[in-house]
């Protein structure tokens, strides 16, 4: 039934990735564009806090060592979708833009007692922008306008394995091989102003066709009946991707490729791209007590709190084709508390009310990027709220997850090119019910 489903739907989403502008920011010109991918629904209500949070209810893609935490025989079907919309600001000039598109696809399930198997499809990089700089040239003036778009996505497939795995401890390590492909486009376009016709075209494209590896592991320890830890890393070793250039400069009428003259072309140039070493590190308390109603049943709820600390030293990236571009070293630090009144919900759910089912979330961010304007490395800074939604049918793990986000970018400079954003994010998990758990032994009466 879900195979049926789903099979159509990732065909349409493999499309719609390479076709859609993802991006609107004019941060996404250096580069390849804005590495990693959408933010999760489950994840942004906590802050964008990734590596931590895991259970039967979630697919955590971001921590590869987590695919074997699912409940046995009920694998989870994980689409996400994400939206966003950006009002920008310098000098009193204010623009806005928005855009919406699907954030993942992906399956996962476990095997055996000790290992957990996933794969799917994820945006890798991103870019889209759309600039316009007139330079005053004796009596006229030149026009420039800087076109970008297209971006990288990876398939993938991971595996995790836990090395122990007792009543109260669990050490698990995992591992995500991707292949990464799709085309990354700059565009600069210059024009006197008195004429809005002809042109010249600058035109730069590298595609990428390569593979891509992560890391993760997590310690897991029960210290009493409701007191619970987890200490959480994951990885993206440097590596070089294999990529190809195309140069292309034209004249002709602007906006119609079909009437260009071709004045310098160079295409199939061969290149790599070295992205630096991405590591996170985060911490995760739980703590459950329990509430007796007036009807003698007993409520298990939940406090969930989560830290990651994220680093790139991005000085380390090398363009074989450009040298020009100058990063700076990246830092990220989120916070998040999750609080579920109803923790054993599959269990509980005729003695409760919907509200009491349902995972709120509350978190907050804060990041440094790797570019500079006015001599100032821009911050990105936010708060986000979720709700995790169980759909209460056939006894399933299936849920829908909502996430809020506000934030702004910026540096403390009085001139500086300001952003200020909205976010909405849904994710859909779907789940057999457990009458219908996959991978058990028959049995006829």
């Known amino acids: 039934m879900y195979i049926k489903f789903l099979l159509p739907f990732f065909i349409v989403f493999v499309g719609y990735l390479n076709a859609q502008s993802t991006s609107n920011s004019p941060f996404s010109s250096y580069g390849l564009g804005e590495k990693g991918s959408f933010e999760n629904a489950a994840f942004i209500g906590i802050g964008n806090c990734t590596v931590t949070y895991f259970d039967s209810t979630v697919l955590n893609l971001y921590n590869p060592a987590t695919y074997n935490t699912l409940a046995k025989g009920q694998p989870l079907f994980s689409i996400g979708l994400t939206s966003k919309m950006s009002f920008y600001e310098q000098n009193g000039v204010k623009d806005s833009r928005g855009n919406a598109t699907l954030e993942h696809f992906a399956m996962a399930f476990t095997l055996k007692k000790h290992f957990g198997l996933a794969f799917g499809l994820k945006p890798f990089t991103r870019k889209g922008y759309n600039l316009t700089e007139t330079i005053a040239a004796g009596t006229d003036s030149l026009k420039y306008t800087y076109i970008g778009k297209g971006g990288t996505n990876q398939v993938f497939i991971g595996l995790s394995s836990n090395l122990v ?104 140039q061969k290149g790599t791209i070295h992205l630096p070493t991405t590591s996170t590190l985060g911490f995760n308390y739980n703590f459950w007590f329990e509430k007796k109603l007036k009807n003698n049943s007993i409520r298990n709820s939940e406090i969930a709190v989560h830290i990651n600390y994220s680093t790139t030293d991005w000085t380390k990236f090398t363009n074989s084709f450009n040298s020009s571009f100058s990063y700076y070293a990246t830092t990220k630090l989120n916070f998040g508390i999750q609080y579920t009144p109803e923790r054993k919900f599959m269990d509980k759910s005729s003695n409760g009310s919907f509200l009491k089912n349902v995972r709120y979330r509350a978190g907050y961010y804060q990041y440094t990027l790797p570019y500079i ?61 457990v009458f219908d758990r996959w991978f058990g032994k028959r049995k006829l009466d």
Request: proline share 4%; net charge negative; hydrophobic share 35%.
């Open 373 to 433: 304007f006015n001599g100032e490395q821009v911050q990105d800074k936010g708060i986000t709220l979720g709700f995790g939604l169980p759909i209460p049918a056939g006894q399933s793990l299936s849920c829908i997850n909502i996430g809020f986000s506000a934030g702004k970018r910026d540096t403390p400079a009085a001139t500086s090119f300001n952003e200020k954003y909205i976010g909405l994010n849904l994710g859909i998990i779907l789940a057999p019910s």
């Open 165 to 268: 795995k007792t009543k109260n401890t669990i050490l698990s390590v995992g591992t995500n091989i991707s292949y990464l492909f799709g085309y990354s486009t700059n565009e600069r376009r210059s024009q006197l102003s008195d004429d809005e016709i002809y042109g010249g075209v600058a035109w730069n494209t590298i595609r990428a066709n390569t593979f891509y590896y992560e890391l993760g592991a997590y310690f897991s320890q029960t210290m009493r009946e409701n007191h619970h830890f987890t200490l959480a890393a994951a990885i993206e070793p440097a590596q070089d991707l294999k990529v190809t250039q195309d140069d292309y400069l034209f004249y002709g009428v602007i906006g119609d490729p079909t009437k260009y003259d071709t004045l310098y072309a160079s295409a199939g």
